[in-house]
């Protein structure tokens, strides 16, 4: 084992604290990467807190993580040792069912897939996340790291971007498609720029009617006050799409009388209670309603690789790890624009 230093909490009232700790030492098939910057996902939260169920502690949270490799396994083929390199949602799975061979590792059939944080790995003991000076991960589960873009605003592309990405390509989103984006969050706003970036016409739906300009600026081309009965009403039949970034309760209904012919509501927000729907609303111009999660490694791996062609990140605040539980709660209450970014050299 090797020693390791981060931030975690030892049970679901704790707040985050620093914590010395030990890493796996580096196998043959593994990588080490010293941490420069790891973004803060609202998902962190929810598992600091075991709000999506019993959680692992002590935990140190973190999965949208960038830096340098500094160390790499005897069979490492992918990878040496300075480059740039990132990890996102993942740290292993079974590598051997059809889905993990077909590039969908987040959907591994076998139950084996470990989370970057709060599992169990392989080798029996608990995975710690980014919140910390260094990882040890399986090389199929690395992402290369062009040097073209900031560092900070790459971070976050591991979890936000390619929660966003994938079904805009899943959906094969392009010029021609009317695209609402519901929500200009830390999701939202990386919907907006792929969603632009794709050539589709972007709405952004919010219930602030504040955030217009910071809509327009990100590139979206019109916006909608959802507090607004009469802008509401005038997107009636209107999206092909709508990529739905809320993880609050809110009326499905009313967003889905917005689809045209076979239009489709993506859910990549996570409510915490049960979606509500009413069953005309599918039934009347065929709309349907899906969720989509992360994507594989091979489609990560192609976002970050478009985002460094395109000049795409992430909009970050960059904050030192001792203001994290600070903004925990700004995050909460909506208040960054658009993720926090966690600077590892303040660790």
């Given at each position: 084992m090797t020693a390791a230093k981060g931030y975690a909490v030892h049970?679901?009232?704790?707040?985050l604290k620093p914590w010395d700790f030990e890493r796996r030492e580096v196998g043959p098939n593994d990588v080490q990467i010293e941490i420069a910057y790891c973004?803060?996902?609202?998902?962190?939260?929810?598992?600091?807190?075991?709000?999506w169920g019993p959680s692992i502690y002590p935990m140190v949270p973190g999965h949208e993580i960038v830096g340098r490799i500094t160390k790499v396994g005897s069979a490492v083929t992918r990878f040496k040792?300075?480059?740039l390199a990132g990890v996102g949602c993942m740290v292993d799975s079974c590598q051997e069912c059809g889905n993990c061979k077909g590039g969908h590792e987040q959907f591994c059939e076998t139950g084996k897939l470990v989370w970057t944080y709060n599992a169990i790995g392989r080798d029996g003991l608990p995975t710690y996340g980014g919140y910390s000076n260094r990882i040890v991960v399986d090389q199929h589960f690395v992402l290369s790291v062009s040097d073209k873009l900031p560092l900070s605003g790459v971070a976050p592309l591991l979890c936000a971007g390619i929660t966003t990405y994938s079904p805009l390509r899943k959906w094969k989103i392009s010029k021609g498609h009317r695209v609402g984006v519901l929500g200009l969050g830390g999701l939202g706003h990386m919907a907006v720029k792929f969603a632009v970036a794709f050539g589709a016409e972007v709405t952004v739906l919010s219930t602030s009617p504040n955030?217009?300009?910071?809509?327009?600026?990100?590139?979206?081309h019109k916006f909608c006050?959802?507090?607004?009965?009469?802008?509401?009403?005038?997107?009636?039949?209107?999206?092909?799409?709508?990529?739905?970034?809320?993880?609050?309760?809110?009326?499905?209904?009313m967003y889905l009388k917005m689809l045209r012919m076979n239009g489709v509501h993506i859910c990549v927000g996570i409510p915490p209670e049960p979606i509500q729907i009413t069953g005309f609303m599918l039934l009347t111009n065929g709309r349907s309603i899906t969720g989509s999660s992360i994507g594989g490694i091979p489609e990560t791996q192609e976002m970050l690789d478009?985002?460094?062609?395109?000049?795409?990140?992430?909009?970050?605040?960059?904050?030192?790890i001792s203001y994290i539980n600070d903004a925990y709660e700004r995050m909460i209450k909506n208040d960054v624009k658009y993720r926090f970014v966690i600077d590892m050299k303040t660790l």
């Open positions: 049970h679901a009232k704790d707040t973004g803060v996902c609202h998902s962190d939260i929810h598992q600091v807190r075991s709000e040792e300075g480059q955030k217009e300009q910071d809509a327009l600026k990100l590139g979206a006050v959802t507090k607004d009965a009469e802008q509401v009403k005038q997107l009636t039949n209107y999206f092909d799409f709508i990529i739905d970034t809320v993880s609050a309760p809110h009326n499905y209904d478009f985002c460094a062609q395109h000049n795409i990140t992430s909009d970050v605040e960059v904050i030192d």
